[in-house]
């Protein structure tokens, strides 16, 4: 590993975002001493590494994705997202800039990457294609080829290039064809993709195209037999170049290039034109080749014997020809698993590849261990790929882009490397390994020495801090979910009496906006000896009635997620929010509010599982969470209230005066109601169905008997010194805000107003009921509600007898005896019920089935019913 | 000034009407004035396209009205024409304008809750139910309407309320009754009447072409000239006489077919499929010099590449026909497929002299890289590169340039070398002593076959001799038994096929035998026939082979024996026609075949069974 050890130097910082670069779109590339560069922004750099200055910034109407060199033509091609293809000529650039270089004299100020006077606009004709959903493209020789997401599929589409001197505008299209898959995410939108496709030529060694293109960035000479075995006997007759694509998708095909050339604009048959070579199963982010074999002694320039396709998440594909048993040729195909996320790659020479993740730069040897074949070891045929690849780390972080540098020193190899700080720089790496002799030191040497250690120290703590922060960020992790257990164990193990945390719910009536609205206040207590920190959050789910019978009730339900900032041991927090009445004006009441408190891993764990900043690679956002739960988080339950009609009447003929006057509005009423009310003056009321209801039809009314011992004992010691009556009154109102004044007056009869603004009538009073104990008469209370509404009627209904449930579960488990009672009697009132519940339930199911028409007849013979039903007024014994 | 409305609060609202009328007007004009190819003119359609988008912005940032309106859903049309001509073809999102547009109309009727769900059809039927309220905005709509029906093809979108109960999109667009523009109406990239008339020609040209792909002639044949008497650009008139010449040589009207191939021909410079129409018909005429003539003209015709004309920023006929599929009428393929098909015919109708010149100019075509131009090679409609490789050698051959072949095997012998298999294993044969041997694809063997018959033509006999030996021995080799292995290409399949396997192995033994026989070793003759005969029993050439060397050996009752069988054979119905095998072994088979059978077998009655008589 001491050999792997590079040396560093860094040329330029270069302006980057907040977050550091992303990768996938930075592009460098060399020319002799010249760089060119682009960071993903509108700019590319050009930089002179002789003269260790920039030479150069263009500005391109949009993002740059994609830099390609055409050395013989001395061009330069950008891709501009959402634009298309524009040409600079480099000439032409040098020039313009050496005319600039007069007037301003900092140009040695390159750590800036700017000064606004250098930035040279693009002109707009130098676009010679325009298209705005080109993806990516490559040259090769005269030909540029092209990949933009189609309205359902991918494009490759072939242009010729202009010779020099001529219209530097594309002559126009001379072949298309569609790959079979549609691009990820939807047509419409073509924003931004997250992962461009990869476009690479594969040339074969007799190409014309092969020796006019040796220093190309992207395209390679394969040898003949991986080409012929790869692309068929029809690309290696003709010696055309062939064209790989590697999708954000994981698929790896292939068009060969001649056969892409049709007449016209006929699209080329996809079935026949293009192959699929393979799947990678996740975004292709690099396709190169690599020559594994040593060379023979005779052989001046080497082809490549290896294809190579990396994975964003590490997984690689390695292709090599190699022969059967029985002689046949037979492609070698190899998957190997690389630390992931890969940001970018290159191939050197010698079989070797590097490749960046966010952590390190590290560096993969194809050929086989440098061992020279041996004849003798039939094992192991020609071409064998090893079966292992084992990454050496080059301690470089962060490097976004890569490229092998065309000026590499003696035996070694020269990257030259982005890193997501913006600092461009070059890594020489001196393969042989042999560690210079320090015994001459001179004074160039020293000189040369302290440079390079300081940019050793550089690179060095450039990686220390994204480690600290790696680890600090797990730490913090740690911590939290330290303290959550805690709070779950807490909450989880006290399940008889006080909970270290609870959560209360009260309602109350207030205004908001001109309409009275019912709002509910549930209060947060930590008493607790740890503190709720980030990552919890309050959830408040609120069910109505209605919903609750639907039976999806958990998605129509409303649910509040309040986060809980720091709620340390002790203190409490308030949440108000609204129940109702909806725009419709109705409350279904009953309504239930289920707290609970969520702790929501994702948000505290999520950091620290995606390592170091997400704006990197955005799909870090979602790959590495994917090993969380389910649920992505904890979920523990704190308390259930239930708001029935009882907390919600109010009474406006209780309060005191100087109180009275906003509450006589109705809760919903239409401001332009209330105006027109007002003018009309007093008395002259409105005649809404409502109102003429409440007029004209008698109340629907419903009683309920409950001996008077039971509620004595139920009520106990705190109602003493009032009658049976008030006490049952206020017990039953207990919830209810106008509670003390009901005490205070001692009433045993009240007139409330529902919800929807339809009076409601509580009257207790005490009863004798004679037919049902052979010893006598028996003590009763007697409860009987009325309301001109029939629903807020029955809403009340149920909620007194919501309140008796509990009441007669309570007493029965303190073991009270009833008193001796007319077993017939009973029997017969029970008898009737059921009779009556049999006829709801077939009227019901033919509310069912039936058409519209029949079913009003049907429902007003189950109001009917209902009536029946509460008529021989319950008794609670 | 003096007329300015007394009215103050409607002042602002009117004049920003006008404003954005005025907007839309500018950008229209802006648009015409940016016909043409230029980068600049490009960019300032561009722009325009923009200008549009920001103006449908502007209003459609208001809630929906009625006096604003007209103007909305025109600048949506405009927008719309402008985009699919700078894109040349129609996307989601256009269509997605046009139901947002509709929307927006509904909205001004409150009617748009319930509207929601149903389909695009039920949103246009309600539109124009509630619009027909609203008189002012009816040219905008039906112009809309019209748009609408370029995006649907002509399956999704059912317009037939518009003009009654008719099904067909013909007809329904021909009594489209288009309202009158007002004067005063903002202005148009295209206006209705144009589209309405593009839209018919388009489809009926359309509907004509499905009709002749799918067989029912006499409707295409209607649709096709109403296509032709509409209005219709030069080019896709060329395209309307050929799908008619096409329609008429199905139905059997040569004469007629060729008027209008011609018609096609003087009318465009688009002259492709029209040629090559030609020649089917000529070929199917039997007029084999005119077929040639026609293919010759239209290698070079394909070989003229005009630059594409600057497109109108209009909707336009071109627009909206199907760019042609290879089994489409129009289809005429490129220079090297129309060179091929040329050079074949040459051979197939024995012009081996012009065949020869062809198929090296093909070659060269495809291979030379010299010019910087490329072209495709015949594939995948054609056969593939080694069959090129091998009819051009066979071409060569039969025009006595035997040197010429032996150089074109030898090309691609060598550029394919990489790929055949090795021979010598030195770990594999090391190991396992005697294996099987890999498998070599079939063309190598006929590349053989070929260089042997080339040496045949050159007097070496045993150079010819050798090359049958080695074609044998490759071709006897085992059979490959996963034929997945490796991408082979398609026509490795083809050739493979058995019967053209076994073709090849006869062909072969019998060049041997031939071999044999001009060398005078009349028993390994014999030898090589007899096998030929065992291998291809329906070859009757080597059986007549046989029947001469027992004759020459004078082995008469053999030779009886074997007459005989023929007799039999011969009297039994040929099924050599049915057989479809690659060109080059046709060639090779009709070199090996014995000039007079009727002759031989009279000739042999009389010197076989005469003496046996006696």
Partial sequence: ?877 | RSHETPLGSSTPHASCLDLWRQRNDQLVRQAKVAQGLSLRRQQLAQDALEGFRELLHCLQGLPAAVPVLPLELTVICNFITLRASLAQGFTEDQAQGIQQGLERVLETQEQLEPRLECGLSALWDSVLHSSSLLPELLPALHHLALQALLFSGDDHLDLTFLSGASEDLLLLLKTWNLPAEESDAPLTIQDARGLRDVLLTASAYRQGLQELITGRLSRALSSLHEAASGLCPQPVLVQVYTALGTCLSKMGNPQRALLYLLSALKGGSTWGPALLEASRLYRQLGNTAAELESLELLVEALSITHGSEAPQLLIEVELLLPRPEPASPLYCGTQSQAKYLLASRCLQTGRAEDAAEHYLDLLALLLDGSEPKISPPPCPTGPCMPEVFLEAAAALIRAGRAQDALTVCEELLSRMSSLLPKMPQPWGNARKGTKESPHCPPWVSATHLLRGQAWVQLGAQKEAISEFSRCLELLFRATPTDKEQGPASNCEQGCTSDVALQQLRAAALISRGLGWVTSGQDTKALQDFLLSVQMCPGNQDASFHLLQTLRRLDRRDEAIAFWRRLEAQTKLPQENATWSLPLYLETCLSWIRPHDRETLLEEFQTSLLEPCDL
């Avoid at chain 1, 060399?30 to 060119?36: R, S």
């Avoid at chain 1, 649910?559 to 041991?569: A, H, K």
């Fill in chain 1, 1 to 877: 590993m001491a050999g792997l050890a590079p040396q560093v130097d860094y040329l330029a910082g270069f302006c980057c975002p907040l977050g550091g670069l992303a990768a996938g779109k930075p592009r460098v590339l060399c020319l002799g001493a010249e760089i060119f560069l682009s960071t993903g922004s509108e700019l590319v750099y050009v930089y002179d590494q002789e003269a260790g200055l920039l030479t150069a910034v263009y500005r391109f109407p949009g993002q740059v994705w994609h830099l390609e060199l055409l050395a013989l033509r001395r061009a330069l091609y950008v891709l501009c997202a959402h634009r298309g293809i524009y040409c600079l000529s480099l000439d032409q650039a040098i020039r313009s800039v050496s005319q600039d270089d007069g007037d301003d004299g900092d140009s040695e100020d390159s750590q800036d990457g700017e000064s606004p006077s250098r930035v040279i606009p693009v002109d707009p004709d130098a676009c010679v294609l325009h298209d705005a959903t080109l993806c990516t493209f490559t040259v090769l020789d005269n030909l540029l080829i092209t990949l933009a997401q189609g309205p359902a599929r991918w494009k490759v589409q072939l242009f010729e290039c202009p010779c020099p001197g001529e219209d530097p505008r594309l002559k126009g299209q001379i072949g298309e064809v569609e790959l079979s898959t549609p691009p990820a995410g939807s047509p419409r939108e073509p924003a931004a993709p997250y992962f461009l496709p990869v476009l690479c030529c594969m040339s074969p060694p007799g190409s014309r195209v092969a020796h006019s293109h040796l220093h190309g960035s992207r395209g390679f000479t394969l040898e003949e037999t991986l080409f012929g075995l790869l692309f068929g006997t029809d690309a290696s007759l003709l010696e055309s170049p062939v064209i790989l694509c590697g999708l954000p998708d994981g698929q790896l095909c292939c068009v060969v290039l001649q056969t892409l050339v049709t007449s016209g604009l006929a699209p080329g048959d996809s079935k026949a034109l293009v192959k699929i070579l393979h799947h990678l199963e996740e975004p292709i982010v690099f396709i190169g080749a690599l020559r594994t074999e040593p060379l023979a002694e005779d052989v001046e320039d080497s082809h490549s014997d290896c294809l190579v396709a990396l994975g964003h998440h590490g997984r690689t594909l390695a292709v090599k020809a190699s022969w059967d048993e029985a002689g046949n040729l037979v492609p070698e195909l190899r998957e190997y698993c690389l630390p992931g996320p890969v940001l970018c790659a290159a191939c050197g020479g010698g079989g070797r590849m590097y490749h960046s993740t966010p952590s390190d730069l590290c560096v993969v040897d194809l050929a086989r261990g440098g061992t020279p074949w041996d004849p003798m070891q039939p094992d192991r045929g020609p071409g064998g790929l090893p079966s292992l690849l084992c990454p050496a780390s080059l301690s470089v972080c962060s490097v976004v882009t890569l490229s092998v540098s065309s000026r590499a020193p003696e035996g070694g190899t020269e990257l030259l490397a982005l890193s997501a700080k913006g600092r461009l720089m070059t890594c020489r790496l001196d393969l042989n390994s042999e560690t210079p002799s320090p015994t001459r030191v001179t004074a160039a040497n020293t000189g040369r020495k302290i440079k390079e250690l300081l940019s050793g120290i550089g690179t060095v703590s450039e990686r220390v801090s994204f480690l600290k922060k790696a680890v600090d960020q797990r730490n913090k992790a740690l911590t939290c979910l330290n303290e959550a257990m805690n709070v779950s164990c807490a909450l989880l193990s006290s399940r008889e009496g006080p909970r270290p945390i609870s959560c209360t719910t009260t309602t109350t009536w207030s205004r908001l906006q001109l309409q009275d609205m019912l709002t509910a206040t549930c209060l947060l207590e930590n008493s607790s000896d740890f503190s709720l920190d980030r990552g919890w959050a309050l959830c408040i789910q609120v069910l109505t009635s209605s919903q609750a019978l639907e039976l999806d009730s958990a998605s129509s339900a409303v649910t509040y997620t309040i986060p809980v900032d720091r709620l340390g041991p002790g203190s409490r927090r308030e949440v108000t929010l609204p129940l109702g009445p909806g725009e419709d004006g109705m409350l279904d009441l009953p309504v239930t509010v289920s707290c609970a408190l969520f702790y929501s891993l994702r948000e505290v764990v999520g950091g620290a599982l995606t390592p170091s900043d997400c704006s990197k690679d955005p799909s870090l956002d979602m790959c590495p969470l994917d090993v969380l739960p389910e649920q992505e988080g904890i979920c523990l339950p704190l308390s259930e209230h239930t708001v029935d009609m009882l907390q919600c009447l109010r009474f406006p003929s209780l309060a005191t005066p100087h109180m009275q006057a906003p509450s006589l509005l109705s809760p919903v009423s239409d401001p332009v109601d209330t105006f027109l009310g007002a003018c009309l003056g007093p008395g002259s009321k409105l005649a809404g169905p409502a109102s003429l209801r409440a007029t004209y039809l008698p109340p629907s009314v419903a009683a309920i008997k409950v001996s008077a011992e039971l509620l004595r004992a139920t009520v106990g010691d705190s109602y003493s010194g009032v009658s049976l009556c008030c006490a049952t009154l206020q017990w039953l109102l207990a919830e209810n805000a106008a509670v003390d004044i009901v005490r205070a007056r001692a009433l045993s009869s009240v007139q409330g107003v529902a919800p929807d603004g339809t009076d409601v009538h509580l009257i207790i009073r005490e009863v004798a009921v004679t037919d049902l104990c052979p010893a006598g008469p028996l003590q009763a209370v007697e409860i009987q509600v009325e309301s001109s509404s029939l629903a807020n009627m029955c809403q009340a209904h149920h909620a007194i007898i919501g309140r008796m449930q509990r009441m007669v579960v309570e007493q029965a488990a303190r073991g009270s005896s009833p008193p001796d009672l007319r077993m017939q009697y009973l029997h017969q009132i029970q008898a009737n019920h059921e009779m009556l519940l049999r006829e709801v339930q077939t009227l019901r199911d033919r509310l069912c089935t039936e058409d519209e028409g029949h079913s009003c007849a049907t429902a007003e013979k189950l109001l009917q019913l209902y009536r029946q039903l509460r008529s021989p007024s319950l008794l609670l014994l």
